[in-house]
């Protein structure tokens, strides 16, 4: 089987190509490529170029964040001999928290005894999210975050609050009409909504707390537009994960599981985040991929 590591020399703090190396040259008897990608959307055009080029199995090791991560699912997204595996080395890696955290990911012997199993993936035309659709003051949170991640105090792991400080005054409400299998989820407005197969956002932020990833159906958190007062009080189950058990915020929630969601924009530039990165639209069909990607969970780790 090719062993193929997909490193982003921008993921992270530190570019953590050396280090990589560095591992990998220490091991005996494993062969393996390094493919340094040179900029956005490069890794998925590398990964279905190989896919292409071979019907023999192929092991892509995702080096960096949740956007690569996302760009070497893409890739991944319709070759039965692509296999998906992660080596964190981003700022959030909210992905792998579903498994516990990054951890067992970056101990490369777990890693190769890991055991393959079959995850979903959401669409939405023709690109795609491995842990994540949001938007609403998330779409806002994500163009911050995107602007900072890399200036110090305010970037790195604190980039997502400064995302929500910015988005406190500027975007409380957003305009648009959210569907759920054939069901209207609000009427016109909402303060956010996270459409996901992981469970967390933002680093730390444990907003789908009953999802599975492997079970052919999405987690749609819609929440209604709410005084700022209000909002902070939020946050703090929003992170921990027990909003929606929380009898004070229930009738600020709309949650459902479902196959399909329709998003229907109501004002300009309206933004939706894949995994971070943001695709502007006025309508948006999102759908759940089910147990499209062989993926690799580390020995040991189990779902959070």
Do not use: W
């Not at 579903?98 to 777990?110: A, H, M, R, V, W």
């Not at 599975?212 to 994960?241: A, H, T, W």
């Not at 999102?286 to 779902?303: A, M, Q, S, T, Y």
Request: glycine share 10%.
């Amino acid at each position: 089987m090719k062993n193929i590591f997909v490193v982003n020399p921008f993921a992270g703090k530190t570019n953590a190509l050396a280090s990589i190396e560095n591992m990998l040259a220490k091991m005996q008897d494993f062969e393996y490529e390094i493919y340094v990608t040179k900029e956005r959307g490069d890794a998925t055009a590398f990964v279905k170029k190989k896919c292409e080029e071979t019907d023999e199995d192929i092991r892509f090791f995702s080096c960096g964040g949740d956007g690569t991560l996302n760009e070497v699912a893409s890739g991944c997204v319709g070759h039965s001999n692509a296999i998906l595996a992660i080596y964190p080395s981003g700022s959030g890696n909210d992905y792998v928290k579903y498994y516990g955290g990054k951890e067992q990911f970056l101990n490369i012997d777990n890693l190769l005894e890991g055991r393959e199993t079959k995850i979903d993936i959401i669409q939405v035309g023709d690109r795609y999210a491995v842990n994540a659709c949001h938007f609403g003051l998330d779409s806002a949170v994500a163009k911050t975050m995107n602007a900072v991640r890399h200036k110090k105090i305010i970037g790195g792991k604190n980039a997502y609050n400064t995302g929500v400080l910015k988005a406190l005054f500027t975007a409380m409400k957003t305009k648009c009409k959210v569907i759920g299998d054939g069901e209207p989820l609000n009427e016109d407005k909402i303060l956010l909504c996270t459409v996901a197969n992981g469970k967390y956002v933002g680093g730390s932020y444990k907003s789908s707390p009953r999802s599975r990833n492997d079970d052919g159906l999405m987690e749609v958190c819609c929440i209604k537009p709410v005084s700022i007062f209000k909002f902070l009080n939020l946050i703090k189950v929003y992170k921990e994960g027990t909003h929606l058990e929380n009898e004070k915020l229930k009738k600020y929630l709309e949650y459902r599981r479902c196959k399909s969601v329709e998003i229907i924009g109501g004002q300009k530039n309206f933004a939706i985040s894949l995994d971070g990165e943001i695709v502007e639209g006025d309508r948006f069909e999102v759908n759940v991929l089910e147990k499209e990607l062989r993926f690799i969970i580390p020995k040991g780790c189990e779902v959070n």
